[in-house]
């Protein structure tokens, strides 16, 4: 099983993610990891592991969502995000956005192109829709997975 965690704030980042999603309420994404930390890009940092509460007063809300996967699968997630552990945040992302930039390219990311990268190199997230896209959200990530998740209680 897969565990990812989606979760919003009410800060001025967190509206204009909001805004360019058209009100979709998830503005950040990231794992659980067998260790019980949670691994994703941030702005401030790049891509790390964090401690599971890191950010306990910093959010408004909180989904955590199961993918059914396979234990291969499962490892496979975990090993590309351990090893993406370091990469910058991938702030040219943004205008990436407007100019179809690569969200696949591995020299950095920013919160839902490293999850998204994740499920894509364990065969979770589908390749064939993942080559279409010039920038993938939050909200695109739990569309594209909402076909087989099992909410977290």
Not at 5 to 13: A, H, M, S
Not at 86 to 94: C, Q, R, S, V
Request: glycine share 6%; aromatic share 12%; proline share 6%.
């Amino acid at each position: 099983m897969i565990s990812i965690r989606f979760v919003t704030g009410n800060d001025p980042v967190s509206d204009g993610i909001r805004a360019f999603e058209y009100g979709f309420w998830a503005t950040h994404v990231e794992a659980l990891m067998p260790d019980e930390t949670l691994l994703g890009a941030h702005a401030d940092g790049g891509v790390q592991a964090r401690p599971h509460n890191y950010d306990k007063s910093d959010f408004t809300r909180e989904l955590y969502v199961s993918i059914p996967a396979t234990p291969a699968q499962t490892d496979a997630f975990h090993l590309f995000l351990r090893a993406q552990v370091g990469k910058p945040y991938d702030f040219l992302a943004i205008a990436g956005i407007a100019l179809q930039r690569d969200w696949q390219k591995e020299d950095a990311w920013y919160c839902s192109e490293l999850i998204a990268a994740a499920l894509c190199h364990c065969g979770v997230f589908p390749p064939h829709l993942a080559t279409e896209f010039n920038h993938v959200t939050p909200r695109d990530v739990l569309l594209i997975v909402s076909g087989h998740l099992e909410l977290a209680a």
